[in-house]
């Protein structure tokens, strides 16, 4: 993993979510027998979010790890976001806040 430090729990919406990062090509099989080609998952019953870290920057991690948390989000209350609109959501998220260092410290 990359030298910066990433959390491994998130609590989303009264829900905790343990956040594992995975240092291989490989998030799993499909169905089908199939490698995933995956940068995370979240599976919201078990409260698991796992990020993919080999080959990435910290910048694509966090983007992905706000990514899966969109789909935490989504499913804790109920919203049925597509895939696109949390790709989208993720950089937007990702860009405010980097952009808006002040609104980081009000969160602190």
Known sequence: MNK???PTTLNIIGKTYK???INNDIMGKSDKNK???LMG???NLAGKIRIKT???CNS???TTLLHESLHAIS???SLDVTETQIDKLSIGM???LMDNPKLNRLLK
């Open 4 to 6: 910066q430090t990433f």
């Open 19 to 21: 956040v594992s990062y």
């Open 35 to 37: 490698p995933l080609q």
């Open 41 to 43: 998952t979240c599976n």
């Open 54 to 56: 080999k080959k990435y």
């Open 60 to 62: 694509e991690i966090i």
């Open 75 to 77: 499913a804790r209350l």
């Open 94 to 96: 990702q860009a405010l």
